[in-house]
């Protein structure tokens, strides 16, 4: 433990947490949106439990990269033919692909419940069990966990200032879910908006995992998409919605009281 509390390691700490909060942000809104899936009485202890969790797995996980390094990098088998896909896998590469498919899919099936909501209005949704929304946040949360944890192991390699960092953003994050979740419910549009950033989630997700497995479609590759160019969508999407929402609450307005027209 000597030496571990420097201004440097200190530093490397703060920057490390930073790095959990922002790197945290889809991961805690696929909290918020899962746990609804649940009954009421049990969504906030599910977000809690479900943080809990998988803040446990992600310092297991840290360890076992840490240790065995090269049994998710290490070549497990490999794609080519010519002109259509090439491509080499690797453990790391093949979850993070499954994790973007899995998000993806999770996405447009609750976009699509949204859009049948008229139809299935008379009809009340049978809750999810605790225990499976649990393992989802939980597994979901281990394939988030990779871009945080590899960034991390590129600032220090101290396991101790790596862990302190996880334990705090699961704390951040269990603070922040309920909150979170409250808004969505109140502001049922920016759940609209959630549910596409998961979207675009998946998305990243799938591009990195390619570009991890060299991925070539008809000898085009496969690159990353920019984390910059991933939350100026964000940010675009959010403003839209807020003018767009401003917008029709003006006109709804209008038509209420013709006068103000002139």
Same mark, same amino acid.
């Given at each position: 433990?000597?030496?571990?509390?420097?201004?440097?390691?200190?530093?490397?700490?703060? $920057?490390? @947490?930073?790095?959990?909060?922002?790197?945290?942000?889809?991961?805690? !809104? #696929?909290?918020?949106?899962?746990?609804?899936?649940?009954?009421?009485?049990?969504?906030?202890?599910? *977000?809690?439990?479900?943080?809990?969790?998988?803040?446990?797995?992600?310092?297991? &996980?840290?360890?076992? &990269?840490?240790?065995?390094?090269?049994?998710? %990098?290490?070549? =497990?088998? +490999?794609?080519?033919?010519?002109?259509?896909?090439? /491509?080499?896998?690797?453990?790391?590469?093949?979850? @993070?692909?499954?994790?973007?498919?899995?998000?993806? #899919?999770?996405?447009?099936?609750?976009?699509?419940? $949204?859009? $049948? =909501?008229?139809?299935?209005?008379?009809?009340?949704?049978?809750?999810?069990? @605790?225990?499976?929304?649990?393992?989802?946040?939980?597994?979901?949360?281990?394939?988030?966990?990779?871009?945080?944890?590899?960034?991390?192991?590129?600032?220090?390699?101290?396991?101790?200032? $790596?862990?302190?960092?996880?334990?705090?953003? /699961?704390?951040?994050?269990?603070?922040?879910?309920?909150?979170?979740?409250?808004?969505?419910?109140?502001?049922?549009? #920016?759940?609209?908006?959630? &549910?596409?950033?998961?979207? !675009?989630?998946?998305?990243?997700? !799938?591009?990195?995992?390619?570009?991890?497995?060299?991925?070539? &479609?008809?000898? %085009?590759?496969? %690159?990353?998409?920019?984390?910059?160019?991933? #939350?100026?969508?964000?940010?675009?999407?959010?403003?839209?919605?807020?003018?767009? +929402?401003?917008?029709?609450? *003006?006109?709804?307005?209008?038509?209420?009281?013709?006068?103000?027209? +002139?």
């Amino acid at each position: 433990m000597e030496g571990l509390f420097t201004l440097e390691n200190l530093f490397t700490l703060g $920057m490390l @947490v930073m790095l959990q909060a922002v790197l945290g942000f889809d991961n805690l !809104l #696929y909290i918020s949106l899962e746990s609804q899936r649940v009954e009421k009485s049990k969504q906030s202890k599910v *977000r809690k439990w479900g943080i809990g969790l998988a803040v446990l797995l992600r310092i297991v &996980l840290l360890f076992a &990269l840490l240790k065995v390094l090269s049994l998710f %990098t290490n070549e =497990l088998f +490999s794609l080519d033919i010519k002109g259509v896909i090439q /491509g080499t896998f690797n453990l790391k590469s093949i979850v @993070v692909l499954i994790g973007g498919v899995f998000l993806i #899919y999770t996405a447009l099936k609750e976009i699509t419940h $949204m859009m $049948m =909501l008229e139809e299935d209005a008379n009809k009340e949704r049978k809750p999810a069990s @605790v225990a499976m929304v649990l393992f989802s946040i939980v597994i979901m949360n281990a394939i988030f966990s990779f871009d945080s944890i590899l960034s991390a192991m590129a600032l220090t390699k101290n396991f101790v200032i $790596m862990a302190t960092a996880i334990v705090i953003g /699961g704390i951040m994050m269990i603070v922040l879910a309920d909150k979170v979740t409250e808004f969505l419910k109140k502001n049922r549009m #920016y759940e609209v908006v959630g &549910l596409f950033i998961l979207f !675009l989630v998946g998305a990243m997700l !799938l591009s990195e995992g390619a570009h991890d497995a060299h991925l070539k &479609l008809f000898d %085009t590759e496969i %690159t990353p998409m920019s984390k910059a160019t991933f #939350y100026l969508i964000i940010f675009v999407m959010v403003i839209v919605e807020i003018v767009q +929402s401003r917008y029709q609450k *003006r006109l709804l307005s209008l038509k209420v009281d013709p006068s103000k027209h +002139s």
